[in-house]
Protein backbone atom coordinates (compact mmCIF):
# COMPACT_ATOMS: atom_id res chain seq x y z
CA UNK A 1 0.00 0.00 0.00
CA UNK A 2 1.16 3.46 -0.93
CA UNK A 3 1.16 5.63 2.47
CA UNK A 4 3.04 9.05 3.50
CA UNK A 5 3.47 9.84 7.70
CA UNK A 6 3.04 13.51 8.05
CA UNK A 7 5.24 14.57 10.67
CA UNK A 8 8.89 12.49 11.36
CA UNK A 9 9.03 12.93 14.96
CA UNK A 10 8.82 10.11 17.26
CA UNK A 11 5.46 8.28 16.60
CA UNK A 12 5.72 9.50 12.43
CA UNK A 13 9.50 8.22 12.16
CA UNK A 14 8.26 4.96 13.87
CA UNK A 15 5.38 4.17 12.55
CA UNK A 16 6.47 4.77 8.85
CA UNK A 17 9.66 2.53 9.28
CA UNK A 18 7.69 -0.12 10.77
CA UNK A 19 5.02 0.11 7.99
CA UNK A 20 7.69 -0.40 5.36
CA UNK A 21 9.13 -2.86 7.31
CA UNK A 22 5.73 -4.66 6.85
CA UNK A 23 6.14 -4.15 3.03
CA UNK A 24 4.45 -0.95 2.14
CA UNK A 25 5.92 2.00 0.15
CA UNK A 26 6.37 5.11 2.91
CA UNK A 27 6.83 8.74 2.48
CA UNK A 28 7.62 10.41 6.00
CA UNK A 29 7.65 13.99 5.26
CA UNK A 30 8.41 16.43 7.58
CA UNK A 31 9.05 20.71 7.16
CA UNK A 32 12.60 20.40 9.13
CA UNK A 33 14.73 20.25 5.83
CA UNK A 34 18.19 19.63 8.06
CA UNK A 35 15.62 16.39 9.83
CA UNK A 36 15.11 15.54 6.39
CA UNK A 37 18.32 15.55 5.02
CA UNK A 38 19.86 13.86 7.64
CA UNK A 39 17.21 10.97 7.80
CA UNK A 40 18.20 10.59 3.84
CA UNK A 41 21.91 10.09 5.14
CA UNK A 42 20.64 7.54 7.76
CA UNK A 43 20.93 9.98 10.79
CA UNK A 44 18.03 9.41 13.37
CA UNK A 45 17.23 12.41 15.27
CA UNK A 46 15.88 10.23 18.25
CA UNK A 47 17.88 7.44 20.33
CA UNK A 48 15.46 4.82 20.13
CA UNK A 49 16.80 1.30 20.09
CA UNK A 50 16.49 -1.05 16.65
CA UNK A 51 15.37 2.06 14.89
CA UNK A 52 18.50 2.67 13.09
CA UNK A 53 19.10 -0.68 11.27
CA UNK A 54 15.25 -0.59 10.10
CA UNK A 55 15.59 2.46 9.10
CA UNK A 56 18.75 1.89 7.40
CA UNK A 57 17.50 -1.43 5.97
CA UNK A 58 14.36 -0.08 4.42
CA UNK A 59 15.76 2.43 2.85
CA UNK A 60 17.97 0.28 0.70
CA UNK A 61 15.37 -1.43 -0.17
CA UNK A 62 13.75 0.89 -1.24
CA UNK A 63 10.42 1.08 0.88
CA UNK A 64 10.87 3.80 2.58
CA UNK A 65 11.45 7.26 1.86
CA UNK A 66 11.94 10.81 3.05
CA UNK A 67 11.06 14.46 1.93
CA UNK A 68 9.94 17.86 2.73
CA UNK A 69 7.78 17.97 -0.28
CA UNK A 70 3.89 17.13 1.23
CA UNK A 71 2.01 18.04 -1.93
CA UNK A 72 3.66 15.07 -4.17
CA UNK A 73 3.69 12.70 -1.05
CA UNK A 74 -0.23 13.07 -0.56
CA UNK A 75 -1.08 12.90 -4.43
CA UNK A 76 0.86 9.60 -4.27
CA UNK A 77 -0.42 8.06 -1.28
CA UNK A 78 -3.72 6.30 -0.75
CA UNK A 79 -3.34 6.74 2.99
CA UNK A 80 -1.93 9.84 4.65
CA UNK A 81 -0.70 9.66 8.44
CA UNK A 82 -0.97 12.94 10.47
CA UNK A 83 2.03 12.65 13.32
CA UNK A 84 2.76 15.91 13.94
CA UNK A 85 3.20 17.48 17.32
CA UNK A 86 -0.05 18.49 19.41
CA UNK A 87 2.39 20.30 22.28
CA UNK A 88 0.53 21.77 25.78
CA UNK A 89 -1.12 25.31 25.14
CA UNK A 90 -0.76 27.95 28.03
CA UNK A 91 -3.99 26.96 29.35
CA UNK A 92 -3.25 23.00 29.27
CA UNK A 93 -5.20 22.32 26.38
CA UNK A 94 -3.33 20.46 23.22
CA UNK A 95 -2.49 22.79 20.79
CA UNK A 96 -4.03 21.54 17.12
CA UNK A 97 -2.52 24.38 14.47
CA UNK A 98 -0.12 21.85 13.11
CA UNK A 99 -2.71 19.06 12.92
CA UNK A 100 -4.84 21.44 11.03
CA UNK A 101 -2.30 23.05 9.11
CA UNK A 102 -1.19 19.44 7.76
CA UNK A 103 -4.95 18.54 7.02
CA UNK A 104 -5.48 22.17 5.22
CA UNK A 105 -2.04 21.13 3.52
CA UNK A 106 -3.38 17.62 2.39
CA UNK A 107 -6.84 19.42 1.08
CA UNK A 108 -5.05 21.23 -1.05
CA UNK A 109 -2.61 18.63 -2.32
CA UNK A 110 -5.22 15.86 -2.79
CA UNK A 111 -6.11 15.00 -6.11
CA UNK A 112 -7.86 11.47 -5.74
CA UNK A 113 -9.45 9.85 -2.48
CA UNK A 114 -7.75 9.50 0.46
CA UNK A 115 -7.88 8.19 4.12
CA UNK A 116 -6.98 10.99 6.34
CA UNK A 117 -5.69 9.37 10.14
CA UNK A 118 -5.32 10.99 12.88
CA UNK A 119 -2.23 9.59 14.54
CA UNK A 120 -1.14 12.13 17.35
CA UNK A 121 -2.82 12.34 19.99
CA UNK A 122 -5.84 14.88 19.80
CA UNK A 123 -8.70 15.83 22.23
CA UNK A 124 -12.12 14.41 20.91
CA UNK A 125 -13.87 15.86 18.34
CA UNK A 126 -10.47 16.48 16.17
CA UNK A 127 -11.55 14.22 13.35
CA UNK A 128 -14.47 16.71 13.05
CA UNK A 129 -12.20 19.45 12.89
CA UNK A 130 -9.77 17.99 10.48
CA UNK A 131 -12.38 16.87 7.94
CA UNK A 132 -13.98 20.83 7.87
CA UNK A 133 -10.46 21.89 7.37
CA UNK A 134 -10.40 19.77 4.43
CA UNK A 135 -13.95 20.00 3.27
CA UNK A 136 -12.79 24.00 3.37
CA UNK A 137 -9.79 23.89 1.14
CA UNK A 138 -11.23 21.40 -1.33
CA UNK A 139 -14.23 23.94 -1.67
CA UNK A 140 -11.64 26.75 -1.74
CA UNK A 141 -10.42 24.87 -4.83
CA UNK A 142 -13.91 24.38 -6.20
CA UNK A 143 -13.50 20.76 -6.33
CA UNK A 144 -15.05 17.78 -4.69
CA UNK A 145 -12.79 15.19 -4.16
CA UNK A 146 -14.12 12.07 -1.70
CA UNK A 147 -11.95 11.62 1.64
CA UNK A 148 -12.42 10.02 5.09
CA UNK A 149 -11.13 10.91 8.36
CA UNK A 150 -9.81 8.24 10.96
CA UNK A 151 -8.72 7.79 14.80
CA UNK A 152 -5.73 5.59 14.97
CA UNK A 153 -4.21 6.40 18.36
CA UNK A 154 -0.46 5.12 18.80
CA UNK A 155 0.09 3.24 22.27
CA UNK A 156 3.69 3.12 21.88
CA UNK A 157 6.61 3.20 24.46
CA UNK A 158 9.85 5.47 24.06
CA UNK A 159 12.66 3.10 24.54
CA UNK A 160 10.28 -0.31 23.18
CA UNK A 161 8.73 1.80 20.32
CA UNK A 162 9.96 -1.14 17.69
CA UNK A 163 8.56 -3.80 19.44
CA UNK A 164 5.43 -1.98 20.68
CA UNK A 165 4.32 -0.99 16.94
CA UNK A 166 5.15 -4.70 15.70
CA UNK A 167 3.22 -6.64 18.10
CA UNK A 168 0.95 -3.99 19.92
CA UNK A 169 -1.17 -5.02 22.57
CA UNK A 170 -4.52 -3.55 20.26
CA UNK A 171 -4.86 -1.76 17.19
CA UNK A 172 -7.54 1.13 17.73
CA UNK A 173 -9.55 2.32 14.68
CA UNK A 174 -12.10 5.01 14.63
CA UNK A 175 -13.72 4.99 12.00
CA UNK A 176 -18.03 5.03 10.51
CA UNK A 177 -17.21 3.91 6.84
CA UNK A 178 -17.13 0.07 6.26
CA UNK A 179 -14.90 0.46 3.26
CA UNK A 180 -12.00 2.27 5.22
CA UNK A 181 -11.85 -0.26 7.98
CA UNK A 182 -11.30 -2.55 5.74
CA UNK A 183 -8.32 -0.83 4.28
CA UNK A 184 -6.67 -0.15 7.71
CA UNK A 185 -7.51 -3.39 8.61
CA UNK A 186 -5.39 -4.78 5.97
CA UNK A 187 -2.55 -2.29 6.72
CA UNK A 188 -2.33 -3.26 10.23
CA UNK A 189 -2.41 -7.01 9.50
CA UNK A 190 1.04 -7.79 9.41
CA UNK A 191 1.47 -6.63 13.49
CA UNK A 192 -1.76 -8.69 13.96
CA UNK A 193 -1.50 -12.41 16.05
CA UNK A 194 -3.88 -14.35 17.89
CA UNK A 195 -3.40 -12.53 21.11
CA UNK A 196 -3.66 -9.03 20.36
CA UNK A 197 -6.83 -7.31 19.05
CA UNK A 198 -8.16 -4.80 16.17
CA UNK A 199 -10.73 -2.85 17.63
CA UNK A 200 -12.85 -0.98 14.79
CA UNK A 201 -15.38 1.56 16.70
CA UNK A 202 -16.90 5.20 15.94
CA UNK A 203 -14.03 7.99 15.73
CA UNK A 204 -15.05 9.64 19.30
CA UNK A 205 -14.16 6.69 21.24
CA UNK A 206 -11.24 6.21 19.76
CA UNK A 207 -9.75 9.71 20.52
CA UNK A 208 -11.10 9.42 24.07
CA UNK A 209 -9.47 5.83 24.11
CA UNK A 210 -5.63 7.23 24.09
CA UNK A 211 -6.74 9.91 26.99
CA UNK A 212 -8.57 7.39 28.35
CA UNK A 213 -5.12 5.13 28.63
CA UNK A 214 -2.50 7.26 29.37
CA UNK A 215 -4.33 9.37 32.08
CA UNK A 216 -5.14 5.23 33.53
CA UNK A 217 -1.58 4.56 33.86
CA UNK A 218 -0.45 8.14 35.30
CA UNK A 219 -3.20 7.47 37.88
CA UNK A 220 -2.01 4.03 38.61
CA UNK A 221 1.62 5.42 38.92
CA UNK A 222 0.62 8.36 41.28
CA UNK A 223 -1.45 6.09 43.63
CA UNK A 224 1.27 3.70 44.15
CA UNK A 225 3.51 6.67 44.59
CA UNK A 226 1.54 7.42 47.90
CA UNK A 227 1.21 4.38 49.19
CA UNK A 228 4.81 4.11 48.90
CA UNK A 229 5.00 7.52 50.75
CA UNK A 230 2.58 5.98 53.29
CA UNK A 231 4.49 2.95 53.45
CA UNK A 232 7.49 4.62 54.54
CA UNK A 233 6.10 7.42 57.62
CA UNK A 234 4.21 3.58 58.49
CA UNK A 235 7.27 1.31 58.41
CA UNK A 236 5.89 -1.01 55.68
CA UNK A 237 7.93 -1.79 52.76
CA UNK A 238 5.99 -0.52 49.40
CA UNK A 239 7.93 -3.46 47.23
CA UNK A 240 6.03 -5.95 49.69
CA UNK A 241 2.93 -4.36 49.23
CA UNK A 242 3.49 -4.42 45.32
CA UNK A 243 3.67 -7.90 45.41
CA UNK A 244 0.75 -8.14 48.02
CA UNK A 245 -1.42 -6.28 45.80
CA UNK A 246 -0.37 -7.46 42.44
CA UNK A 247 -1.25 -11.00 43.28
CA UNK A 248 -4.60 -9.76 42.53
CA UNK A 249 -5.45 -11.00 39.14
CA UNK A 250 -8.10 -7.87 38.84
CA UNK A 251 -4.53 -5.63 39.91
CA UNK A 252 -1.65 -7.22 38.24
CA UNK A 253 1.62 -6.35 39.09
CA UNK A 254 2.50 -3.53 36.32
CA UNK A 255 2.69 -0.09 36.55
CA UNK A 256 3.74 -0.37 39.99
CA UNK A 257 6.94 0.81 40.56
CA UNK A 258 7.06 3.76 42.59
CA UNK A 259 9.29 6.06 42.44
CA UNK A 260 10.08 9.98 41.66
CA UNK A 261 6.98 10.86 39.38
CA UNK A 262 5.79 10.57 36.06
CA UNK A 263 7.38 12.05 33.47
CA UNK A 264 7.98 11.94 29.50
CA UNK A 265 6.24 13.35 26.53
CA UNK A 266 2.79 11.67 27.17
CA UNK A 267 1.42 11.43 30.21
CA UNK A 268 1.82 15.03 31.81
CA UNK A 269 0.62 16.62 28.80
CA UNK A 270 -2.36 13.84 28.21
CA UNK A 271 -3.28 14.39 32.08
CA UNK A 272 -3.35 17.77 31.43
CA UNK A 273 -5.49 18.05 28.18
CA UNK A 274 -8.26 15.93 28.94
CA UNK A 275 -8.51 17.75 32.30
CA UNK A 276 -8.96 20.62 29.93
CA UNK A 277 -11.46 18.93 28.01
CA UNK A 278 -13.53 18.29 30.82
CA UNK A 279 -13.44 21.49 32.17
CA UNK A 280 -14.52 23.24 28.82
CA UNK A 281 -17.75 20.54 28.70
CA UNK A 282 -18.54 21.53 32.66
CA UNK A 283 -16.94 18.48 33.92
CA UNK A 284 -15.25 18.64 37.01
CA UNK A 285 -12.31 15.67 36.87
CA UNK A 286 -11.36 15.61 40.04
CA UNK A 287 -9.90 12.74 40.56
CA UNK A 288 -6.96 13.53 38.04
CA UNK A 289 -6.65 16.99 39.20
CA UNK A 290 -5.48 15.36 42.16
CA UNK A 291 -3.16 13.28 39.96
CA UNK A 292 -1.29 16.29 38.83
CA UNK A 293 -0.75 18.04 42.30
CA UNK A 294 0.07 14.66 43.57
CA UNK A 295 2.76 13.53 41.11
CA UNK A 296 4.10 17.15 41.22
CA UNK A 297 4.61 17.02 45.26
CA UNK A 298 6.80 13.45 44.39
CA UNK A 299 9.12 14.96 41.76
CA UNK A 300 10.10 16.88 45.43
CA UNK A 301 9.94 13.71 47.15
CA UNK A 302 13.53 13.11 46.77
CA UNK A 303 15.42 17.01 47.52
CA UNK A 304 12.95 17.01 50.29
CA UNK A 305 14.44 13.64 51.65
CA UNK A 306 18.43 14.94 51.18
CA UNK A 307 17.24 18.35 52.85
CA UNK A 308 15.85 16.44 55.65
CA UNK A 309 18.90 14.47 55.84
CA UNK A 310 22.35 16.41 55.14
CA UNK A 311 20.51 19.94 55.71
CA UNK A 312 22.26 22.32 57.87
CA UNK A 313 19.30 24.79 58.18
CA UNK A 314 19.34 28.59 56.56
CA UNK A 315 19.07 29.81 53.16
CA UNK A 316 21.00 27.60 51.42
CA UNK A 317 20.53 24.42 53.56
CA UNK A 318 22.81 22.46 51.53
CA UNK A 319 25.45 24.64 50.73
CA UNK A 320 29.15 22.97 50.19
CA UNK A 321 27.48 19.74 49.53
CA UNK A 322 28.41 17.90 46.53
CA UNK A 323 26.11 15.00 45.10
CA UNK A 324 26.41 12.50 41.81
CA UNK A 325 23.09 12.24 40.14
CA UNK A 326 22.42 8.76 38.43
CA UNK A 327 20.03 9.38 35.55
CA UNK A 328 18.69 12.38 33.80
CA UNK A 329 16.32 10.79 30.92
CA UNK A 330 13.07 10.62 32.29
CA UNK A 331 12.94 6.99 31.78
CA UNK A 332 16.30 4.52 30.32
CA UNK A 333 16.31 3.62 27.41
CA UNK A 334 15.73 6.93 25.96
CA UNK A 335 17.62 10.43 25.43
CA UNK A 336 14.23 12.41 26.07
CA UNK A 337 14.47 14.92 28.72
CA UNK A 338 10.84 16.54 28.59
CA UNK A 339 8.96 16.62 32.03
CA UNK A 340 11.79 14.27 33.55
CA UNK A 341 11.51 14.22 37.02
CA UNK A 342 15.52 14.97 37.03
CA UNK A 343 14.70 18.47 35.95
CA UNK A 344 12.75 19.24 39.38
CA UNK A 345 15.18 16.99 41.51
CA UNK A 346 18.09 18.96 40.51
CA UNK A 347 16.86 22.31 40.14
CA UNK A 348 16.21 21.88 43.56
CA UNK A 349 19.21 20.92 44.73
CA UNK A 350 20.97 23.74 42.80
CA UNK A 351 18.53 26.23 44.66
CA UNK A 352 19.27 24.82 47.96
CA UNK A 353 23.31 25.53 47.57
CA UNK A 354 24.04 22.15 46.49
CA UNK A 355 26.46 21.46 43.38
CA UNK A 356 25.66 18.41 41.47
CA UNK A 357 27.94 16.19 38.97
CA UNK A 358 25.72 13.94 36.32
CA UNK A 359 26.00 10.73 34.58
CA UNK A 360 23.22 9.68 32.02
CA UNK A 361 24.20 6.88 29.47
CA UNK A 362 21.99 8.88 26.96
CA UNK A 363 20.89 12.45 27.91
CA UNK A 364 24.15 14.48 28.61
CA UNK A 365 23.76 16.16 25.26
CA UNK A 366 19.77 17.11 26.23
CA UNK A 367 20.67 17.78 29.71
CA UNK A 368 23.11 20.34 28.67
CA UNK A 369 20.62 22.19 27.07
CA UNK A 370 18.25 22.42 30.23
CA UNK A 371 21.51 23.28 32.73
CA UNK A 372 24.18 24.20 30.94
CA UNK A 373 27.37 24.39 32.75
CA UNK A 374 25.41 24.75 35.78
CA UNK A 375 26.02 21.08 37.10
CA UNK A 376 28.93 18.72 35.98
CA UNK A 377 28.36 16.32 33.44
CA UNK A 378 30.35 12.82 33.05
CA UNK A 379 31.08 9.89 30.77
CA UNK A 380 31.41 7.60 33.04
CA UNK A 381 29.52 6.75 35.63
CA UNK A 382 31.93 6.48 39.11
CA UNK A 383 33.36 9.79 38.21
CA UNK A 384 30.86 11.87 39.86
CA UNK A 385 31.05 10.27 43.02
CA UNK A 386 34.47 11.75 43.67
CA UNK A 387 34.36 13.27 46.93
CA UNK A 388 30.54 13.60 46.90
CA UNK A 389 28.47 13.67 49.60
CA UNK A 390 25.91 11.48 48.49
CA UNK A 391 24.92 9.59 45.50
CA UNK A 392 21.76 10.27 44.41
CA UNK A 393 19.66 7.88 41.43
CA UNK A 394 16.70 8.96 39.34
CA UNK A 395 16.48 6.74 36.22
CA UNK A 396 16.67 3.07 36.55
CA UNK A 397 19.49 2.56 33.74
CA UNK A 398 20.05 -1.06 33.64
CA UNK A 399 24.09 0.11 34.70
CA UNK A 400 23.11 1.54 37.67
CA UNK A 401 21.29 -1.94 38.54
CA UNK A 402 24.44 -4.04 39.62
CA UNK A 403 27.43 -1.38 40.35
CA UNK A 404 30.53 -2.42 41.87
CA UNK A 405 29.38 -0.83 45.71
CA UNK A 406 33.46 -1.35 46.99
CA UNK A 407 34.06 1.22 44.26
CA UNK A 408 31.70 3.12 45.24
CA UNK A 409 31.92 3.45 48.95
CA UNK A 410 35.48 4.74 48.64
CA UNK A 411 34.90 7.82 46.04
CA UNK A 412 31.90 9.40 47.90
CA UNK A 413 32.69 11.01 51.41
CA UNK A 414 29.64 9.79 52.96
CA UNK A 415 28.47 6.10 52.13
CA UNK A 416 25.14 7.47 51.42
CA UNK A 417 22.79 6.63 48.56
CA UNK A 418 19.47 8.47 48.06
CA UNK A 419 17.70 5.85 45.54
CA UNK A 420 14.53 7.13 43.81
CA UNK A 421 13.65 3.76 41.88
CA UNK A 422 14.34 1.40 44.49
CA UNK A 423 17.10 -0.85 42.41
CA UNK A 424 18.18 -2.52 45.47
CA UNK A 425 18.31 -4.53 48.57
CA UNK A 426 17.51 -2.50 51.48
CA UNK A 427 19.41 -5.38 53.89
CA UNK A 428 22.16 -6.31 51.59
CA UNK A 429 22.76 -1.67 51.63
CA UNK A 430 23.10 -1.80 55.43
CA UNK A 431 24.97 -4.95 54.94
CA UNK A 432 27.70 -4.18 53.07
CA UNK A 433 27.92 -0.35 54.97
CA UNK A 434 25.64 2.21 53.39
CA UNK A 435 22.82 4.33 54.30
CA UNK A 436 20.39 3.84 51.95
CA UNK A 437 17.41 5.43 51.93
CA UNK A 438 14.89 4.07 48.83
CA UNK A 439 10.80 5.10 48.35
CA UNK A 440 8.91 3.66 50.73
CA UNK A 441 10.71 0.74 52.23
CA UNK A 442 11.53 0.68 55.66
CA UNK A 443 12.32 4.24 55.73
CA UNK A 444 10.27 4.89 59.01
CA UNK A 445 13.90 4.98 60.28
CA UNK A 446 14.99 8.14 58.34
CA UNK A 447 12.06 9.79 57.77
CA UNK A 448 9.55 11.91 60.01
CA UNK A 449 6.14 11.83 59.99
CA UNK A 450 5.38 15.45 59.19
C1 LIG B 1 3.51 6.35 27.67
C2 LIG B 1 2.52 5.20 27.47
O1 LIG B 1 2.98 4.05 28.18
C3 LIG B 1 2.33 4.90 26.01
O2 LIG B 1 1.34 3.89 25.84
C4 LIG B 1 1.90 6.17 25.29
O3 LIG B 1 1.78 5.95 23.90
C5 LIG B 1 2.88 7.31 25.55
O4 LIG B 1 3.05 7.48 26.96
P1 LIG B 1 6.19 6.66 27.62
O5 LIG B 1 5.93 8.12 27.88
O6 LIG B 1 7.17 6.27 26.57
O7 LIG B 1 4.79 5.94 27.19
O8 LIG B 1 6.67 6.03 28.98
P2 LIG B 1 6.23 4.91 30.03
O9 LIG B 1 7.15 3.75 29.93
O10 LIG B 1 4.79 4.61 29.95
O11 LIG B 1 6.57 5.66 31.40
C6 LIG B 1 5.97 6.91 31.73
C7 LIG B 1 6.45 7.42 33.05
O12 LIG B 1 5.93 6.65 34.11
C8 LIG B 1 7.96 7.43 33.24
O13 LIG B 1 8.34 8.65 33.85
C9 LIG B 1 8.23 6.25 34.17
O14 LIG B 1 9.38 6.41 34.95
C10 LIG B 1 6.97 6.29 35.02
N1 LIG B 1 6.65 4.99 35.62
C11 LIG B 1 6.26 3.94 34.84
C12 LIG B 1 6.73 4.82 37.00
O15 LIG B 1 7.10 5.76 37.74
N2 LIG B 1 6.37 3.62 37.54
C13 LIG B 1 5.97 2.56 36.80
O16 LIG B 1 5.66 1.48 37.38
C14 LIG B 1 5.91 2.72 35.40
Redesign the pocket.
Known sequence: MKICVIGSGYVGLVAGTCFAESGNDVICVDVDEQKIEGLKRGIIPIYEPGLKEMVLRNREEGRLNFTTDLDAAVKESLVCFIAVGTPPGADGSADLQYVLAVARNIGRSMESFKIIVDKSTVPVGTADKVRAAVTEELALRGTHIEFDVVSNP??????AAIDDFMKPDRVVIGTDNVRTAEIMKELYSAFMRKSNRMLVMDIRSAEMTKYA??AM?ATR?TF??QVANLCEVMGADVMAVREGIGSDSRIGY??????V???????PKDVKALVRTADECNYDFVLLKAVEEANERQKRILSDKIERRLGQGGAKPLAGKSFAVWGLS??PR?DDMREA?SLTIINRLLELGATVQAHDPEALNEAKKHFGDRIGYHMNQYEPLKGADGLVIITEWNEYRNPDFDRIKKLLVNPVIFDGRNLYQPERMREIGFEYLPIGRNGAAVCEME
Request: hydrophobic content about 40%.
Open positions: EFLKEGANLIMNDFLFPGGYGGSCFFKTP
